[in-house]
C-alpha cells in the first residue's frame, strides 16, 4: 500500500512496483487515506511519505507509528525528501523489525529501493545511510554527553525546582560546590552568561530535550 500525495511519484511507484510483481492494493495521497486503507486491505507492507496533506509536517509518520501500534507486525517503509532526525527516532524506537527509513532519492536506484523493500516486507531493516550518519552524529554531539554524573545529579534538581541550598543539602554538599557544578553545566550546555536570569531554565529545557 502507498501513501504519497505527489500525484507523479505516487503513480510512479505504483508502476514500479507493479513491473517487479509487486501488487499494490490501494495508493492514497493523505494519512486519513492511509488510516482506512489499511484497515479495509490489511496489506503487508506500507510506503508512505512522511509529509502529506493538510499541513505537510508529520501526518505520515504519525499515521506510520498508529499503525505500527495498532498492528505491531504491519511492516512500513517510510519515504521522506530529508532526514527527519525526530521522527526517524520516534519510529525506530517502535520496533526492530519490519521497519525502514529511506531518502526518496534511493528510488532512483530502482534494485536498491526493491531490494530494501523486499528485505522490509520480510521483517528486516531499511535504513538510508544518511539517517544512519545523522543519528550517529546527533547522539555524539548531544551536549548532555558533556556533563558529568554529578552535574547530571544536579541539573535533574534543578529540574525539580530545587534552590541552590535544596541541591546542596540533597547531594550532601556545600552550597560552594553546587554553584560551581551549575557552571559547568552552562558551560558545557553552550548556555551564554549574558542570559544570566534565563540559564536555568533553559539548562532544563535541554535535560527535558524539550
Do not use: C, W
Not at 30 to 57: F, I, K, N, W, Y
Amino acid at each position: 500500500m502507498l501513501a504519497e500525495d505527489s500525484v507523479l511519484l505516487r503513480e510512479g511507484l505504483v508502476r514500479l512496483l507493479g513491473s517487479a510483481g509487486i501488487e499494490v492494493v490501494a495508493a492514497v495521497s493523505d494519512a486519513e487515506g492511509l488510516l482506512r486503507a489499511v484497515d479495509e486491505h490489511v496489506p503487508d507492507l506500507v510506503v508512505t511519505d512522511v509529509r502529506m496533506p493538510p499541513s505537510h509536517t508529520d501526518e505520515g509518520l504519525r499515521a506510520a507509528l498508529v499503525l505500527r501500534r495498532q498492528r505491531p507486525t504491519l511492516a512500513i517503509l517510510v519515504l521522506s525528501q530529508y532526514v527527519e532526525e525526530r521522527y526517524a527516532t520516534q519510529l525506530l524506537s517502535t520496533a526492530t523489525s519490519g521497519v525502514g527509513y529511506l531518502l526518496k532519492d534511493r528510488v532512483a536506484d530502482v534494485e536498491e529501493f526493491l531490494d530494501a523493500l523486499r528485505r522490509v516486507a520480510a521483517g528486516g531493516t531499511a535504513l538510508d545511510p544518511e539517517v544512519v550518519a545523522q543519528l550517529l552524529l546527533r547522539r555524539h554531539s548531544d551536549p548532555l554527553d558533556r556533563l558529568t554524573r554529578r552535574e547530571h545529579e544536579v541539573l535533574s534538581l534543578i529540574a525539580e525546582g530545587r534552590s541552590n541550598t535544596g541541591i546542596a543539602e540533597a547531594l550532601v554538599v556545600s552550597e560552594s560546590a553546587v554553584g560551581k557544578h551549575i557552571n559547568n553545566i552552562f558551560t558545557k550546555l553552550d548556555l551564554s552568561g549574558a542570559d544570566k536570569d534565563h540559564r536555568r531554565v533553559l539548562a532544563v529545557l535541554r535535560f527535558l530535550k524539550v
